[in-house]
Structure formats: structure tokens, C-alpha cells
């Protein structure tokens, strides 16, 4: 590598006043120039790079922030944006553009970072979450989210992808901000603005793809991807093959540069189980590993989505585990959907959404740790035991899951207020971490459908196709069926319909006050907040009832009773785990039946001669001394 003193291997750094030095990996080229674009008279001038063994190019340039470029490859009259561009003003079509993020002002020297237990993670997409659509206009909400409760936002990915609006997930410039959201100084404002609020903000970031409009790569390397090993989107990544040491070094660095130079508090990441790697350090933990020395004593939060419930993510390094924080249980929303509205359709099928279904995912997490599944014909996951309950993030809604109802409507829609009621009390109070989609905590009438500006026809059927094909099992229609009646990605107003309405925290106050009332119930109750491990257990009351008691050493215990079903009487009430601590009776703490969120009130719950479950709710009582 040059001299030149540079924070990363690649990417156009400024290194003195109007200088700017780039580095890039191009084995495929016999020459490489930076080709600055001089505005406003397009005037360009051509700036030849120095080979350096290895494949890569580098050189210093009288160039300083603001100004356009372009590689130039052999001579070619075709020029190409900056794989690691750190701005794309145009999009990933344009030119990239020199960003010096030393002239940011943070005001977040004494944020202390977060682990995530105690943690409630907020789902967002900055496209869709205002009506403006940017980071500027999503951080005057922020003040909300932390008043309510809030603890952690999860931006949906931002790595810049081509066309007006996407869900994010197909970037193609990993280092880039996108450019719809605004500035990477916008960015780097919000998150300023979210600590300053008490606010963690994580990423959302994509290693498993490429996205396949506005990806450059193969013009300067053949070897970032192998074409002979695909997953559901195409080609895998190099991790482990031939020439793939580059290739991990650009995603270690990636991993890097989100946390240093944008202050994000961790990472989740996108659908591991489609990341090909048998190198003796797994790539997601080697990002996760560099993520953290790169913070020093600032705590990050690790989170991965993997539809394999491959446990070792989540264990320490020095048991053979990747040594991340947190994982997605698709298992409990699974149970929760076909509780709430009894589908059965694609994955539903494995699932009951019985009480002991509840129960098993508080006391195990994962309730598939390696039995086999008729979805897919697969033996799903691997044993949980020994790992503490925070690292299981449980929801109700994301953006996957709304979307994949095909209207992506939301969840509250295809269920009773009641059972509505009593499924979010058991996010919210259980001993996992629990995540939120926005708008979830007001009741938001907006759906979240798939969206995608894609402007090749090709690749924009080509996407719509294999949507159709996807949501078609879980619509139980034909894929020529799925394809007419699915709302067209690329049509704008599909979109617009996905944008959140703020005024509905007032149409729908009771939504808004249940989610409230719980998350000021679980940061505040002296046994909801502990998720302590071996804490918890729990017994079935009835077909469409169970009890979940939440264990202390000191007479403090607490009941999470939840009836899905009709009102129930216990006659005789032979449960022990509804035996109130010695010289104590039990009161009610909380009921999701109270008129404050349009339920019919509270009654009475256990006297000398039965237990009572009023229909479709969740009571939480806690013990009372003397009585």
C-alpha cells in the first residue's frame, strides 16, 4: 500500500488541503484513471493511478471535497463510479463525489453506546417513515420515539440503489449514503440527534448480494462474486474462494466505516443463512469483530437474521460461536400469526400458535432447534441452551412479514382488538427483546408493501416475477394469479401508500396508549425489566390460554395471564404456578381489557372459589403483601 496515511484500504480519502488519495482493487485492469469532472462545464481531466502488487491502484490528486470522478479502465470511453464512493449525488449511475467527513461537528463525545438487554428496537425505512422521505424530516421524530419509549432504531438499509424509491435490500454502493434520503451529513445529524435523545440508531446492511441494476464491480474484478454458488438472489459472494482476501477486506472495511465514521451503534444483518463461507473465521463475525475494535470502550450491538437458527451466532467466540448479540425468532411471530389469525398457508403450516408454543419460546427462544419442517423439507436450528433470553428479538410485524400478507396489510386488520391487544402485551412484557415495524405502536392503517424503481425492464419482470412466485404460496393462488393481483413494485403510488400518517397518533389513541402504558411497564416493573435467564417459566390454562410467571427470590414474582379464546373459568384452579407468593394474595397490576385502550374493564380475576380469564386479553398481577 502507498505511504499515504489512510483511515481504510480503499475509497478516495482527503489527505490535505484540495488533495484527495485513491485506492481501488481493479486486478482487471492494465491501467486506471481517476477521471475528475469539473462543474459546471463538465470539463473533464484524466489522472493516472500507480499498479501496486495485488490488483490494486492508488495515487494522490490535486482534488478536495465536492468534486466529481470517475474510473476510467484501460483507456476505455466509458467511465465508472467508485465501488467504495462514499456519494453518489446522482445516484449509482453518476459520478461519486469526495466527502470529507472530518468537517461533520458531533456532539456525541460521551454517548456511551448500548448492549442489548433492556433494549426496544424500532424498525423504520427513512423513505416511507415521513412524508418527506428524509433523514431531516425522520429526525423531528425522534423526540416521539424516545418520549414513548423507544431505546433503538434499525434503519432499513441505505447503501444507494438506483431509481426513486426501494426497499433497499438490492444496494449496489455499500459505502454510500442514499442519495433520496439526503446528505451523508444528514445521516451523520440524525444519529447525532438520536444520541443526544438517548437513542441508539443500528444498520441494516446486505452481505449476501449485490443488487443487480447500478453494480459495477465486474467491470474492475471477476472474482467479487462466484458465479458457480447462488442463493435466492443470484450470485454469492467471494468469501472463501479464489482472490477472495480483497473482497473481504471491502466488507470488514464496510463494517468499519458505517461505525466510525457515521457513529451507528451496531449492525443487523440481512438473511445470513445466504452468505456462503468456510473460511475459519465467518465473515459476519469477522465484520463484527473488527465493528468492535474500531469503537474501543463504545458498546455495539450485533443482530442477524438467519432462517437456519444456526444458535452459535450468538455464542462467544471462544465456544466456536460468531460472538454476535442478538438474533431474529421468525418462530415466535410465526406462532403469534397463526394464534391471531389462523393461517396456515407456506411456513404457517409448521406452527399451532397453541399456548405451549408461547411458553416455549419464553423459556428457549427458538422453538425449531433441529427438528424437521415441512416447509422446505429441512431439520431447522440448533439447540438455545445456555443462551439468555435478550438475544431472541421477537416481533409481530417487520417489513418482511406485512408484506409477505401480499396486501401488505398489517396485522391488527386480520385479527380481534382484543386478541390484538393481548398479542402485543405479550411482546412487550415477554423476556425477549422486542422489536416494533413503524407505525405498529399507533395503530398505522398505512400497509408496507414491496416497492422497487427499477428501470431495466428486464430485471424490473424479472423481480415482479419472482415476487409473484414467492407470495403466490402464501396467498394460495397460482403465480399467474399472484402476478395480476399483486400491486405492480415500480407503481409510485404503491409507494406513496406506504408512507406513515403521524395525525393517526391521535385517531387511534388507544393503540397509542397500550403501547405506551406497556413499554413504561417494562422499563419500570422491578420483574418485567430483568429478563433474566431461568427466570421465567409457565403452564397451558386452556386450548387458547397459558400463564407465564416471571420468577423472583424475594416474594416479588409477577403473572403475565394471556387468553386468546373465549372467557374462561378455572374450576378448580389446579395450577401451581397460579399460587401467589407466601402471605400474599394477588392484585392486578395491569389488563389490556381497560377502557383507556377500548376494552370493557377490568373484573375480577381469582377469588376463594375460581380463577376467571376474561375473553381475548392479557392481565398482569403482581403480589400484594398482607392482604
Not at 227 to 232: F, T
Amino acid at each position: 500500500m502507498s505511504s499515504v496515511k489512510r483511515r481504510y484500504p480503499i475509497g478516495a480519502e482527503v489527505v490535505g488541503e484540495n488533495q484527495t488519495h485513491f485506492r481501488l482493487w481493479a486486478p482487471k485492469a492494465r491501467e486506471l484513471d481517476v477521471v475528475l469532472e469539473h462543474s459546471p462545464s463538465l470539463e473533464r481531466t484524466f489522472h493516472s493511478l500507480t499498479p501496486e502488487p495485488g490488483g490494486y491502484f492508488s495515487g494522490a490528486i490535486n482534488a478536495g471535497v465536492g468534486t466529481r470522478y470517475r474510473f476510467r479502465v484501460n483507456g476505455g470511453e466509458i467511465f465508472y463510479p467508485d465501488p467504495a464512493s462514499r456519494f453518489q449525488p446522482d445516484g449509482p449511475h453518476g459520478p461519486s463525489c469526495i466527502v470529507d467527513p472530518r468537517q461533520f461537528e458531533w456532539t456525541d463525545s460521551q454517548w456511551p453506546g448500548i448492549t442489548l438487554k433492556g433494549q426496544i428496537i424500532y424498525e423504520m425505512h427513512i423513505g416511507t417513515f415521513t412524508k418527506e422521505g428524509t433523514w431531516r424530516a425522520a429526525a423531528e421524530q425522534l423526540p416521539e420515539l424516545a418520549r414513548i419509549g423507544i431505546t433503538v432504531v434499525e434503519m432499513m438499509p441505505v447503501a444507494d440503489f438506483p431509481g426513486k424509491f426501494g426497499w433497499g435490500y438490492d444496494g449496489v454502493n455499500l459505502f454510500t449514503p442514499s442519495h433520496l434520503y439526503g446528505t451523508p451529513d444528514d445521516l451523520r445529524t440524525f444519529i447525532d440527534r438520536a444520541h443526544s435523545l438517548g437513542l441508539a440508531v443500528i444498520l441494516d446492511v446486505v452481505y449476501n448480494h449485490f443488487g443487480p441494476d447500478g453494480n459495477y464491480l465486474a467491470v474492475f474484478s471477476d472474482d467479487y462474486l462466484i458465479r458457480e454458488k447462488e442463493n435466492e438472489w443470484g450470485n454469492a459472494i467471494n468469501f472463501d474462494g479464489p482472490n477472495s482476501e480483497p473482497v473481504r477486506e471491502f466488507f470488514i472495511t464496510n463494517g468499519r466505516y458505517w461505525i466510525e465514521e457515521f457513529h451507528f451503534d451496531g449492525f443487523r444483518f440481512d438473511a445470513t443463512h445466504a452468505i456462503r463461507d468456510q473460511s475459519s473465521e465467518y465473515i459476519i463475525g469477522e465484520v463484527g469483530r473488527a465493528a468492535r475494535e474500531a469503537v474501543g470502550s463504545r458498546s455495539i450491538i450485533l443482530v442477524v437474521e438467519n432462517d437456519l437458527q444456526e444458535a452459535k451466532m450468538a455464542r462467544p467466540r471462544i465456544e466456536g460461536g460468531d460472538d454476535l448479540d442478538g438474533m431474529w425468532n421468525d418462530d415466535f411471530h410465526h406462532s403469534a400469526v397463526v394464534a391471531l389469525t389462523g393461517r396456515k398457508e407456506a411456513y404457517f403450516a409448521d406452527y399451532l400458535g397453541a399456548p405451549q408454543e408461547f411458553i416455549s419460546a419464553a423459556k428457549y427462544g427458538f422453538l425449531y432447534q433441529g427438528q424437521a419442517r415441512s416447509w422446505r423439507n429441512v431439520l431447522r436450528g440448533t439447540t438455545t441452551f445456555g443462551i439468555p433470553p435478550e438475544v431472541f428479538v421477537c416481533f409481530i410485524e417487520n417489513h418482511d412479514q406485512i408484506a409477505n400478507t401480499g396486501p401488505g396489510e398489517r396485522l391488527r386488520f386480520q385479527t380481534s382488538p382484543g386478541r390484538y391487544r393481548a398479542m402485543t402485551a405479550l411482546l412487550l412484557l415477554g423476556p425477549w427483546t422486542p422489536l416494533l415495524f413503524q407505525g405498529q405502536e399507533f395503530g398505522a392503517s398505512s400497509p408496507f408493501l414491496f416497492f422497487a424503481d427499477i428501470g431495466d425492464a428486464s430485471v424490473r419482470d424479472a423481480i415482479r416475477r419472482g415476487r409473484a412466485e414467492w407470495l403466490a404460496r402464501f396467498l394460495s393462488l397460482s403465480e399467474q394469479q399472484a402476478w395480476q393481483t399483486l400491486p405492480a413494485p415500480d407503481d409510485p403510488q404503491v409507494f406513496a401508500r406506504c408512507k406513515l400518517d403521524f395525525s393517526e397518533r391521535q385517531g387511534n389513541r388507544e393503540l397509542y396508549d397500550l403501547h405506551i402504558d406497556l413499554l413504561n411497564l417494562r422499563r419500570e416493573d422491578s420483574r418485567f425489566r430483568q429478563q433474566s435467564s431461568g427466570g421465567i417459566d409457565g403452564a397451558v390454562l386452556g386450548s387458547a390460554s397459558f400463564v407465564l410467571r416471571f420468577l423472583s427470590n424475594e416474594n416479588d414474582d409477577r403473572l403475565l395471564l394471556i387468553n386468546l379464546g373465549a372467557r374462561q373459568v378455572l374450576r378448580p384452579a389446579s395450577e401451581p404456578f397460579l399460587a401467589p407468593p407466601s402471605g400474599c394474595t394477588w392484585e392486578t397490576l395491569w389488563t389490556s381489557n381497560s377502557p383507556r385502550y377500548g376494552g370493557a374493564g377490568a373484573v375480577a380475576i381469582a377469588n376463594e372459589e375460581r380463577w376467571l380469564l376474561p375473553d381475548e386479553s392479557a392481565i398482569a398481577l403482581r403480589p400484594a403483601r398482607g392482604k
